[in-house]
C-alpha cells in the first residue's frame, strides 16, 4: 500500500529564504507525481505534474524534481513571499490506478 | 484545465439531515471524483463518480451514507446523508482527463454538523 510522507511537517521562514520541502512514498511504480498548494478552508490550486518519464518540472519561482528509484520528490521555492503561506501537497499516482495518495502536507509560513 | 464550480461553499447543518453539494464542470470530463478533508488532516478519497451507474466506493464508506450520483460529463452530486458532528469536514470535487493529465480540484465545501 502506497504511504507518502512529507516533511518537514510544519515551517516558518522569514522573506526571502529558499526553501526545500520533501517527500517520500513508498511504492516507487508510480504514473505521475503532483504537488499542490491549499489555502486554509479551500479547495486545492496545482503546482506542478511531473511525469514518471521526467526529473523534474520548473514554473515561475517553483522547482519539483522526482527520484522514481529512490520514491522521493522535491519541491523548491526561491525567494520565498509571504503570499506562500500556505499547505503543500505532494500525490503521487500508483501505476495501474487513478487514484492520488495524498501526503500528510507540510504548512508554510512566510514571515514578512 | 477544466474550471469547476462547487456549490454550497460551506453550510452548517443540523445532525440527522442530508447536504447534496453539487460539481459542475465546464467541459466533459472522463473522471470525477469526491474527496473528505476532515480537520487538520490529508485528503481522503471517497468515491469515482461513474457516469450513467453506481460509484465505486473507498474501503470506509458506503453508499447509504455517501449516496452519488453523475448524469452526465460535466455533473455530478455527493450527498452526506443522516449527518453527525464526525462529518464536519470539507467535501471536494476532483476532476480529470486520465491520469497522465493529473486532476484540478474544486474549491471545496466546508461543512459543520452541529
Given at each position: 500500500k502506497q504511504e507518502v510522507t512529507q516533511i518537514p511537517a510544519a515551517l516558518s521562514v522569514p522573506e526571502g529564504e529558499n526553501l526545500v520541502l520533501n517527500c517520500s512514498f513508498t511504492?516507487?511504480?508510480?504514473?505521475n507525481l503532483q504537488w499542490f498548494r491549499q489555502d486554509p478552508g479551500k479547495g486545492l490550486t496545482s503546482l506542478l505534474l511531473i511525469q514518471s518519464s521526467q526529473r523534474e518540472q520548473t514554473s515561475g519561482r517553483l522547482n519539483a524534481s522526482l527520484d522514481k528509484s529512490s520514491g522521493r520528490s522535491t519541491l523548491y521555492i526561491a525567494a520565498?513571499?509571504?503570499?506562500?503561506s500556505a499547505t503543500y501537497l505532494c500525490a503521487p499516482i500508483v501505476s495501474g490506478t487513478y487514484k492520488y495518495i495524498f501526503g500528510t502536507g507540510t504548512r508554510l509560513k512566510v514571515l514578512a | 484545465s477544466a474550471v469547476i464550480s462547487q456549490k454550497p461553499s460551506r453550510d452548517i447543518c443540523q445532525r440527522g439531515t442530508s447536504l447534496t453539494i453539487q460539481c459542475q464542470v465546464d467541459s466533459q470530463v472522463t473522471m470525477m471524483f469526491w474527496y473528505r478533508q476532515q480537520p487538520g488532516q490529508s485528503l481522503t478519497l471517497i468515491a469515482t463518480a461513474n457516469q450513467g451507474s453506481e460509484a465505486t466506493y473507498e474501503s470506509g464508506f458506503v453508499i447509504d451514507k455517501f449516496p452519488i450520483s453523475r448524469p452526465n460529463l460535466t455533473f455530478s452530486t455527493l450527498t452526506v446523508s443522516n449527518?453527525?458532528?464526525?462529518?464536519s469536514s470539507i467535501y471536494l470535487c476532483s476532476v480529470g482527463q486520465g491520469a497522465g493529465y493529473g486532476y484540478t480540484f474544486g474549491s471545496g465545501t466546508r461543512l459543520t454538523v452541529v
Amino acid at each position: 500500500k502506497q504511504e507518502v510522507t512529507q516533511i518537514p511537517a510544519a515551517l516558518s521562514v522569514p522573506e526571502g529564504e529558499n526553501l526545500v520541502l520533501n517527500c517520500s512514498f513508498t511504492d516507487s511504480a508510480i504514473y505521475n507525481l503532483q504537488w499542490f498548494r491549499q489555502d486554509p478552508g479551500k479547495g486545492l490550486t496545482s503546482l506542478l505534474l511531473i511525469q514518471s518519464s521526467q526529473r523534474e518540472q520548473t514554473s515561475g519561482r517553483l522547482n519539483a524534481s522526482l527520484d522514481k528509484s529512490s520514491g522521493r520528490s522535491t519541491l523548491y521555492i526561491a525567494a520565498s513571499q509571504p503570499g506562500d503561506s500556505a499547505t503543500y501537497l505532494c500525490a503521487p499516482i500508483v501505476s495501474g490506478t487513478y487514484k492520488y495518495i495524498f501526503g500528510t502536507g507540510t504548512r508554510l509560513k512566510v514571515l514578512a | 484545465s477544466a474550471v469547476i464550480s462547487q456549490k454550497p461553499s460551506r453550510d452548517i447543518c443540523q445532525r440527522g439531515t442530508s447536504l447534496t453539494i453539487q460539481c459542475q464542470v465546464d467541459s466533459q470530463v472522463t473522471m470525477m471524483f469526491w474527496y473528505r478533508q476532515q480537520p487538520g488532516q490529508s485528503l481522503t478519497l471517497i468515491a469515482t463518480a461513474n457516469q450513467g451507474s453506481e460509484a465505486t466506493y473507498e474501503s470506509g464508506f458506503v453508499i447509504d451514507k455517501f449516496p452519488i450520483s453523475r448524469p452526465n460529463l460535466t455533473f455530478s452530486t455527493l450527498t452526506v446523508s443522516n449527518m453527525s458532528p464526525e462529518d464536519s469536514s470539507i467535501y471536494l470535487c476532483s476532476v480529470g482527463q486520465g491520469a497522465g493529465y493529473g486532476y484540478t480540484f474544486g474549491s471545496g465545501t466546508r461543512l459543520t454538523v452541529v
